[in-house]
Protein backbone atom coordinates (compact mmCIF):
# COMPACT_ATOMS: atom_id res chain seq x y z
CA UNK A 1 0.00 0.00 0.00
CA UNK A 2 1.06 3.57 -0.85
CA UNK A 3 1.60 6.29 2.08
CA UNK A 4 -1.79 7.85 0.87
CA UNK A 5 -4.09 4.75 1.33
CA UNK A 6 -2.83 4.17 4.62
CA UNK A 7 -3.92 8.00 5.51
CA UNK A 8 -7.42 7.54 3.58
CA UNK A 9 -10.19 8.28 6.53
CA UNK A 10 -12.09 4.50 5.49
CA UNK A 11 -8.81 3.34 7.93
CA UNK A 12 -9.83 4.88 10.87
CA UNK A 13 -12.87 1.88 11.25
CA UNK A 14 -12.46 -1.43 12.99
CA UNK A 15 -12.88 -2.95 9.53
CA UNK A 16 -10.70 -5.33 7.53
CA UNK A 17 -11.24 -7.27 4.22
CA UNK A 18 -9.06 -10.26 5.93
CA UNK A 19 -10.29 -11.54 9.04
CA UNK A 20 -8.33 -14.51 9.08
CA UNK A 21 -5.23 -12.36 9.62
CA UNK A 22 -6.54 -11.74 13.51
CA UNK A 23 -6.59 -15.62 14.05
CA UNK A 24 -3.15 -17.20 11.97
CA UNK A 25 0.34 -15.97 12.32
CA UNK A 26 3.03 -15.64 9.68
CA UNK A 27 4.39 -18.89 9.71
CA UNK A 28 0.53 -20.60 8.73
CA UNK A 29 0.64 -23.36 11.31
CA UNK A 30 -2.11 -23.08 13.80
CA UNK A 31 -0.71 -25.39 16.23
CA UNK A 32 2.82 -23.54 17.03
CA UNK A 33 0.45 -20.54 17.38
CA UNK A 34 -1.92 -22.00 19.58
CA UNK A 35 0.58 -22.91 21.51
CA UNK A 36 2.18 -18.91 21.67
CA UNK A 37 -1.44 -17.47 22.44
CA UNK A 38 -1.75 -19.89 25.56
CA UNK A 39 1.77 -19.36 26.99
CA UNK A 40 1.11 -15.93 26.76
CA UNK A 41 -2.14 -16.04 28.11
CA UNK A 42 -0.97 -17.33 31.01
CA UNK A 43 1.80 -15.80 31.45
CA UNK A 44 0.47 -12.05 31.51
CA UNK A 45 -2.81 -13.83 33.78
CA UNK A 46 -0.10 -15.12 36.23
CA UNK A 47 1.97 -11.90 36.45
CA UNK A 48 -1.46 -9.75 36.90
CA UNK A 49 -2.40 -12.07 39.44
CA UNK A 50 1.25 -11.53 41.16
CA UNK A 51 0.61 -8.02 41.12
CA UNK A 52 -2.78 -7.76 43.32
CA UNK A 53 -1.12 -10.83 45.25
CA UNK A 54 1.38 -8.84 46.30
CA UNK A 55 -0.37 -5.89 46.72
CA UNK A 56 -2.87 -7.93 49.10
CA UNK A 57 -0.20 -9.20 51.55
CA UNK A 58 1.50 -6.07 51.81
CA UNK A 59 0.61 -3.99 54.86
CA UNK A 60 2.35 -0.88 53.18
CA UNK A 61 0.36 -1.01 49.76
CA UNK A 62 -3.49 -0.31 49.33
CA UNK A 63 -5.04 -2.75 46.61
CA UNK A 64 -7.49 -0.09 45.82
CA UNK A 65 -4.39 2.08 44.63
CA UNK A 66 -2.78 -0.76 42.44
CA UNK A 67 -5.58 1.20 39.67
CA UNK A 68 -4.36 4.35 39.87
CA UNK A 69 -1.24 3.55 37.96
CA UNK A 70 -0.89 3.73 33.83
CA UNK A 71 1.73 1.01 33.77
CA UNK A 72 -1.03 -0.79 35.87
CA UNK A 73 -3.69 0.37 33.23
CA UNK A 74 -2.15 -0.80 30.31
CA UNK A 75 -1.05 -4.71 31.99
CA UNK A 76 -4.32 -5.20 33.02
CA UNK A 77 -5.47 -4.42 29.48
CA UNK A 78 -2.83 -6.73 27.95
CA UNK A 79 -3.83 -9.51 29.93
CA UNK A 80 -7.60 -8.99 28.78
CA UNK A 81 -5.65 -8.74 25.24
CA UNK A 82 -3.89 -12.16 25.12
CA UNK A 83 -7.00 -14.03 26.41
CA UNK A 84 -9.17 -12.72 24.65
CA UNK A 85 -7.19 -13.42 21.63
CA UNK A 86 -6.52 -16.69 22.76
CA UNK A 87 -10.44 -17.62 22.72
CA UNK A 88 -10.71 -15.89 19.60
CA UNK A 89 -8.13 -18.38 18.06
CA UNK A 90 -9.89 -21.40 20.04
CA UNK A 91 -13.11 -20.43 18.94
CA UNK A 92 -12.83 -19.55 15.32
CA UNK A 93 -9.95 -21.87 14.33
CA UNK A 94 -10.51 -24.98 16.14
CA UNK A 95 -13.95 -24.82 17.18
CA UNK A 96 -15.31 -24.89 13.36
CA UNK A 97 -15.48 -28.71 11.92
CA UNK A 98 -13.86 -27.53 8.84
CA UNK A 99 -10.82 -26.21 10.75
CA UNK A 100 -11.58 -23.07 8.86
CA UNK A 101 -11.28 -19.17 9.63
CA UNK A 102 -13.93 -17.08 9.85
CA UNK A 103 -15.40 -15.86 6.09
CA UNK A 104 -17.32 -12.73 6.78
CA UNK A 105 -16.35 -9.31 5.21
CA UNK A 106 -17.64 -7.52 8.16
CA UNK A 107 -15.45 -7.82 11.79
CA UNK A 108 -17.63 -9.47 14.29
CA UNK A 109 -17.62 -7.49 18.13
CA UNK A 110 -16.05 -9.05 19.29
CA UNK A 111 -12.67 -9.44 16.71
CA UNK A 112 -13.11 -5.25 16.99
CA UNK A 113 -12.71 -5.53 20.52
CA UNK A 114 -9.78 -7.24 20.33
CA UNK A 115 -8.15 -5.34 17.31
CA UNK A 116 -9.10 -2.27 19.85
CA UNK A 117 -7.46 -3.40 22.82
CA UNK A 118 -4.29 -5.28 20.60
CA UNK A 119 -3.99 -1.49 19.29
CA UNK A 120 -4.11 0.30 22.53
CA UNK A 121 -1.36 -2.79 23.95
CA UNK A 122 1.22 -2.09 21.67
CA UNK A 123 1.51 1.64 21.95
CA UNK A 124 1.11 1.86 25.56
CA UNK A 125 3.74 -1.02 26.60
CA UNK A 126 6.15 1.20 24.71
CA UNK A 127 5.02 4.27 26.07
CA UNK A 128 5.07 2.82 29.54
CA UNK A 129 8.55 1.30 29.00
CA UNK A 130 9.85 4.63 27.73
CA UNK A 131 8.24 6.85 30.26
CA UNK A 132 9.22 4.56 33.25
CA UNK A 133 13.16 4.35 32.82
CA UNK A 134 13.38 8.07 31.35
CA UNK A 135 11.02 10.10 34.33
CA UNK A 136 9.90 7.52 36.55
CA UNK A 137 12.58 4.84 37.95
CA UNK A 138 15.01 7.05 38.89
CA UNK A 139 17.33 4.02 40.76
CA UNK A 140 14.28 2.25 42.57
CA UNK A 141 14.71 -1.27 43.66
CA UNK A 142 14.42 -3.31 40.57
CA UNK A 143 11.92 -6.30 41.84
CA UNK A 144 10.78 -9.33 39.07
CA UNK A 145 7.05 -7.18 38.57
CA UNK A 146 8.58 -3.94 38.01
CA UNK A 147 10.56 -5.64 35.77
CA UNK A 148 8.19 -7.13 34.19
CA UNK A 149 5.74 -4.34 34.02
CA UNK A 150 7.84 -1.98 32.59
CA UNK A 151 10.17 -3.67 30.28
CA UNK A 152 9.10 -7.41 29.44
CA UNK A 153 5.76 -6.40 27.92
CA UNK A 154 7.87 -4.02 25.17
CA UNK A 155 9.81 -7.14 24.60
CA UNK A 156 6.46 -8.96 24.03
CA UNK A 157 4.64 -6.66 21.57
CA UNK A 158 7.44 -6.70 19.90
CA UNK A 159 8.04 -10.65 19.57
CA UNK A 160 4.07 -10.64 19.09
CA UNK A 161 3.85 -8.38 16.38
CA UNK A 162 6.90 -10.38 14.46
CA UNK A 163 5.14 -13.37 14.86
CA UNK A 164 1.54 -12.65 14.24
CA UNK A 165 -0.55 -10.78 11.20
CA UNK A 166 -2.65 -8.78 13.03
CA UNK A 167 -2.29 -5.40 11.53
CA UNK A 168 -1.48 -2.34 13.17
CA UNK A 169 -3.14 0.63 10.91
CA UNK A 170 -1.56 4.01 10.79
CA UNK A 171 -4.73 6.04 11.05
CA UNK A 172 -5.75 3.87 14.66
CA UNK A 173 -3.26 6.08 16.39
CA UNK A 174 -6.36 8.12 17.65
CA UNK A 175 -7.36 5.14 20.31
CA UNK A 176 -3.79 5.03 22.28
CA UNK A 177 -4.15 9.00 21.92
CA UNK A 178 -7.62 8.57 23.43
CA UNK A 179 -6.25 6.73 26.10
CA UNK A 180 -3.28 8.70 27.22
CA UNK A 181 -6.24 11.84 27.61
CA UNK A 182 -8.33 9.34 29.48
CA UNK A 183 -5.64 8.60 31.73
CA UNK A 184 -4.52 12.25 32.29
CA UNK A 185 -8.29 13.11 32.72
CA UNK A 186 -8.42 10.66 35.52
CA UNK A 187 -5.37 11.69 37.10
CA UNK A 188 -6.57 15.14 37.46
CA UNK A 189 -10.05 14.09 38.85
CA UNK A 190 -7.90 12.22 41.37
CA UNK A 191 -5.80 14.78 42.55
CA UNK A 192 -8.92 16.96 42.87
CA UNK A 193 -10.60 14.00 45.30
CA UNK A 194 -7.47 14.89 47.17
CA UNK A 195 -5.96 11.22 46.23
CA UNK A 196 -2.83 10.22 46.77
CA UNK A 197 -0.01 7.69 45.68
CA UNK A 198 1.30 4.72 47.67
CA UNK A 199 3.87 6.81 49.61
CA UNK A 200 1.20 9.65 50.41
CA UNK A 201 2.39 12.09 47.90
CA UNK A 202 -0.73 14.45 46.14
CA UNK A 203 -0.01 13.07 42.76
CA UNK A 204 -0.25 9.81 41.15
CA UNK A 205 3.31 10.57 39.36
CA UNK A 206 5.67 13.34 39.93
CA UNK A 207 5.51 14.50 36.10
CA UNK A 208 1.34 14.43 36.57
CA UNK A 209 1.88 17.17 39.21
CA UNK A 210 -1.52 18.74 39.50
CA UNK A 211 -0.50 21.37 42.12
CA UNK A 212 1.66 22.80 39.45
CA UNK A 213 -1.10 22.91 36.44
CA UNK A 214 1.21 24.77 33.69
CA UNK A 215 4.22 22.35 33.57
CA UNK A 216 1.79 19.35 33.98
CA UNK A 217 -0.50 20.44 30.72
CA UNK A 218 2.59 21.01 28.71
CA UNK A 219 3.89 17.48 29.88
CA UNK A 220 0.33 15.64 29.36
CA UNK A 221 0.21 17.76 26.16
CA UNK A 222 3.21 16.41 24.80
CA UNK A 223 2.76 13.09 25.63
CA UNK A 224 -1.08 12.39 24.31
CA UNK A 225 -0.65 14.19 21.48
CA UNK A 226 3.33 14.45 20.11
CA UNK A 227 5.26 11.30 21.69
CA UNK A 228 1.97 8.97 21.45
CA UNK A 229 1.59 9.51 18.02
CA UNK A 230 5.50 9.14 17.33
CA UNK A 231 5.84 6.08 18.88
CA UNK A 232 2.59 4.74 17.31
CA UNK A 233 3.97 5.36 14.18
CA UNK A 234 7.54 3.91 14.70
CA UNK A 235 5.06 0.43 16.18
CA UNK A 236 3.62 0.64 12.72
CA UNK A 237 6.94 0.86 10.37
CA UNK A 238 8.17 -1.80 12.79
CA UNK A 239 5.03 -3.69 11.90
CA UNK A 240 5.00 -3.11 8.35
CA UNK A 241 8.74 -4.12 8.49
CA UNK A 242 8.12 -7.48 9.76
CA UNK A 243 5.34 -8.13 7.38
CA UNK A 244 7.91 -6.91 4.37
CA UNK A 245 10.20 -9.71 5.47
CA UNK A 246 8.21 -12.64 6.12
CA UNK A 247 7.09 -11.71 2.12
CA UNK A 248 10.51 -11.88 0.60
CA UNK A 249 11.31 -14.59 2.43
CA UNK A 250 7.95 -16.22 1.78
CA UNK A 251 8.57 -15.58 -1.89
CA UNK A 252 12.29 -17.02 -2.18
CA UNK A 253 11.01 -19.99 -0.71
CA UNK A 254 8.28 -20.11 -3.26
CA UNK A 255 10.69 -19.85 -5.98
CA UNK A 256 13.24 -22.23 -5.11
CA UNK A 257 10.40 -24.62 -4.66
CA UNK A 258 9.41 -23.69 -8.02
CA UNK A 259 13.32 -24.27 -9.22
CA UNK A 260 13.39 -27.32 -7.51
CA UNK A 261 9.94 -28.66 -9.05
CA UNK A 262 11.43 -28.14 -12.53
CA UNK A 263 14.93 -29.56 -11.42
CA UNK A 264 12.99 -32.54 -10.59
CA UNK A 265 10.60 -32.78 -13.59
CA UNK A 266 13.40 -32.46 -16.50
CA UNK A 267 15.72 -35.39 -14.69
CA UNK A 268 12.62 -37.55 -14.78
CA UNK A 269 11.82 -36.58 -18.56
CA UNK A 270 13.07 -38.85 -21.13
CA UNK A 271 15.91 -37.66 -23.45
Not at 61 to 88: C, D, G, R
Not at 167 to 187: E, K
Amino acid sequence: MMLREHLALSNLHLQHPHPDVFVTCKCKSPFPYLCWRVFWALYHSSWLFANFAVAALDSDVSVAKWFIYLSNWVYLMIAIETILELAVVVGVVYGRADGTTTSCTKLPRYVQVMWLLYTMCVTGAMMVCLWYWTTVYKGKELTAIRFNTHAVVAIYVILNMAVTKVPLRLLHFIYPVAFGVIYTLFSAIYYCMDGTNQNGDRYIYSILDWSKPGRTLVVSSLSNFIFIPLVHVFMWALCSGFQKLYDRFRNRVIVYDQSLTNTMEEKSSPT
